[in-house]
């Protein structure tokens, strides 16, 4: 096919080509050669003129400490060393572009452009992060405001995880076909998108529908950011700042429990239209909560597409020209602004005959047609890549990944649901303890105007009472009998009446609807104006608890996060997930005596502690054992395998709180042991190449 941009071509064996650029053939000129003329060997810039390199003294050489430089060359010839033994035993020779690609990354050296970009997916991983919490916090208002039953409930908080599985597999595999930051800055539009929209769904179906859609969307980000940050890293950097950049995730669960716990309390900060539009403070958190996603969508248009991505589609001049791009920022910023980038050729892969064939066919038949051709190549692309990962050389490995994924996912997501509601039911004993039992009163022409509190009354008489401008909460009246009373203005939380007798009894502007009377015998009773709707007690329903257990359990990540950055290119990044589950799973037996609220937040925080290294390890490693054209697509997949796990273990875990502690100890234990024996049999990678 011809090259539109006329680069200079070498036909090198059987499929393998070189493209030359810059002075690199014999009068065919490049294109970018008129920004950046050839140069001779005596050629300087103007900015090194009058000045000869030679006599410039590097400030290490009275120290004896090498010049970067010369590190960089001992390596590459440690390479080309081993490839010559390798060859000379018999073993099939390395691939070239995976070693040339290596070779660039280490001239341009890690700086400037490495932590722009850094911040940026960041904040995209931060967002997911956010997302992870956010239907957890609104939960408690959500239920009151849309009056939602307990099995309403329970699938708000899976659609989440069910979204973000969704989108794993999805914007993982679109990643290797499309580009990582063309699929990043879609997947990031949608989850803002419909974030945005959630804020303002009146209804459960449509507030629960748009949070499936935006978990779709942040659903890519964790895939797509490791891979398109790797891809800018070199060897004995990657470990080490893929595990910095974990932290972002933390500061999305700091973010999540602080805007949330500033926010949603105040009852005053939302408004109404009428009375169908009702936006409470919750729904401005919402509001809040997409505000990283939106910072990174922002920021991702002014980053460019990965350039390993690139040549691996056959874009070798927009591939050149960022790999230039990163060269220049890095050095220039470090004030060397004269280094030329002097990259001539780069290897390129053998060109995707079903490409040409996509290229063809769309120049033929109307657009419509051509449209579909795109899509439903791009889908069997997809497939088959997807396919493509249980292939021999990649089986096994991909078998013990998956499990790893697996089971970590299992324990960690399962006790990040057990632990909050652990401590909320032993609140809830508590509570109960206190709870005042009152047998056959009998009350006259009484008037109650305070609150009624964790009472319960049983076989008493309540006769021309009345019950005004009042709140009962966690009241239950038991074989009683009301007659001619009047209520008016009362609130009601988890309050029952069982059995009871009600009389020539008047229920005016009150949200004791049917529901609340259990098997109760009424006679002449008039419901006036009921209110519509559930009743929001932000003071009962937010507990400043609820948000402190977040808070501590994302800000105990932090010491994980900072070891496994400063010891995963020295420990290794097997020693660091084994070693890091196996103490998590010591973590969970200590769970066994906690008996007050206090104890499980303290061994939350040292079980989120212990399990962070081995989730920087795992994301670290999943990148690394995968080709370029294949490291999305499974990253995705793998991602999309810990999703699910979060939603099986998230219902099984919230089924025993109350019940026993026993079985999601046990289950929490014998996953992390089994990962974590497993994570042994993995190749070490901490000096592979990207392949």
């Given at each position: ?10 036909q ?58 010369e ?13 010559k ?29 490495q ?6 997916l960041?904040?995209a ?32 908080g899976?659609?989440v995880?069910?979204g ?34 959630s ?17 779709i969307?942040?659903?890519g ?11 800018f ?20 669960g ?6 949330a ?13 009428g ?74 892969p ?29 889908v069997?692309?997809?497939m ?5 990962l ?23 997501y ?29 009350v ?22 009345r ?23 009362v ?21 004791l ?16 104006h009921p209110?519509?709707?559930c ?19 994302s ?23 084994g ?7 010591g973590?969970?037996?200590f ?80 996953a992390?042991?089994c990962?974590?024996?497993l ?13």
């Amino acid at each position: 096919m011809d090259d539109p941009y006329q680069n200079n071509v070498n036909q090198q064996g059987m499929g393998d080509q070189t493209y030359t650029y810059g002075g690199g053939g014999q009068g065919d000129g490049y294109g970018y050669q008129t920004d950046y003329p050839p140069q001779d060997e005596d050629a300087r810039s103007d900015a090194t003129e009058g000045h000869d390199e030679d006599d410039q003294m590097y400030e290490g050489e009275y120290q004896g400490i090498p010049h970067p430089d010369e590190i960089k060359a001992a390596q590459r010839a440690a390479r080309a060393e081993a490839r010559k033994k390798a060859r000379s035993a018999g073993e099939e020779e390395e691939e070239q572009l995976p070693e040339q690609y290596e070779n660039i990354m280490e001239d341009c050296g890690h700086g400037r452009f490495q932590w722009t970009l850094f911040v940026v997916l960041g904040l995209a991983l931060m967002a997911d992060g956010v997302e992870c919490f956010v239907v957890g916090f609104v939960l408690p208002s959500a239920e009151k405001d849309m009056c939602l039953s307990n099995a309403d409930k329970g699938m708000l908080g899976l659609i989440v995880f069910v979204g973000m599985m969704m989108g794993a597999f999805v914007w993982g595999g679109l990643a290797d076909k499309l580009g990582r930051r063309q699929c990043l800055i879609y997947a990031l539009a949608i989850n803002c998108i419909f974030a945005f929209l959630s804020s303002f769904a009146q209804g459960y179906g449509f507030f629960i529908f748009f949070r499936l859609c935006s978990g779709i969307g942040i659903g890519g980000s964790v895939p797509i950011v490791y891979t398109y940050f790797s891809e800018f890293l070199q060897m004995d950097k990657r470990g080490e700042h893929l595990s910095w950049l974990c932290m972002f995730w933390m500061f999305g669960g700091l973010y999540a429990s602080f805007v949330a716990w500033g926010i949603i309390p105040h009852y005053g900060w939302g408004f109404s239209i009428g009375t169908e539009f009702q936006f409470h403070s919750w729904r401005v958190f919402v509001l809040v909560a997409f505000l990283p996603a939106l910072a990174a969508l922002i920021g991702l248009f002014f980053m460019p597409e990965s350039p390993r991505y690139l040549l691996e589609s056959c874009r070798h001049d927009e591939a050149w020209m960022i790999l230039r791009q990163v060269h220049d920022t890095n050095w220039k910023a470090k004030g060397e602004p004269e280094r030329v980038f002097t990259v001539s050729q780069l290897k390129m892969p053998q060109e995707n005959q079903e490409d040409e064939f996509i290229e063809i066919q769309s120049e033929t038949g109307t657009a419509f047609q051509r449209f579909m051709v795109r899509q439903v190549t791009l889908v069997k692309q997809v497939m088959k890549n997807m396919m493509s990962l249980a292939g021999p050389t990649m089986r096994l490995n991909g078998l013990f990944l998956a499990i790893i994924w697996f089971t970590l996912a299992f324990s960690y997501y399962g006790l990040s649901v057990w632990f909050p509601d652990m401590v909320k039911y032993m609140q809830f004993e508590e509570y109960e303890s206190k709870t005042k039992v009152f047998h056959r009163e009998k009350v006259e022409r009484f008037h109650f105007n305070f609150t009624l509190a964790n009472q319960v009354h049983k076989e008493g008489e309540y006769i021309h009472d009345r019950f005004s401008d009042m709140e009962i909460k966690s009241v239950k009246f038991e074989d009683s009998l009301f007659e001619n009373c009047y209520f008016e203005d009362v609130r009601s939380t988890e309050t029952f009446f069982e059995n009871c007798t009600i009389k020539n009894t008047v229920f005016y502007n009150t949200d004791l609807w049917q529901e609340k009377f259990i098997d109760c015998r009424m006679e002449n009773t008039t419901f006036l104006h009921p209110k519509k709707g559930c009743h929001l007690n932000f003071e009962e329903e937010n507990d400043v608890l609820i948000y402190m257990v977040s808070f501590l359990g994302s800000l105990a990540v932090l010491p994980g996060n900072i070891i496994s950055a400063l010891f995963m290119d020295k420990m290794g990044r097997i020693k660091m997930i084994g070693g890091s589950m196996l103490v998590s799973a010591g973590c969970t037996f200590f769970l066994f005596v906690c008996f007050s609220p206090g104890a499980v937040i303290t061994f939350q925080c040292l079980f989120y502690a212990a399990s962070s290294a081995a989730w920087n390890g795992i994301e670290v490693i999943t990148v690394e054992l995968y080709p370029a054209n294949k490291r999305a697509t499974a990253f995705g997949v793998l991602n999309g395998i810990c999703k699910l796990a979060a939603i099986i273990s998230t219902f099984i875990f919230s089924k025993f709180v109350g019940i026993t502690r026993i079985i999601p100890i046990i289950l929490s234990f014998a996953a992390l042991v089994c990962g974590g024996l497993l994570a042994m049999k993995l190749p070490e990678t901490r000096e592979a190449i990207l392949q």
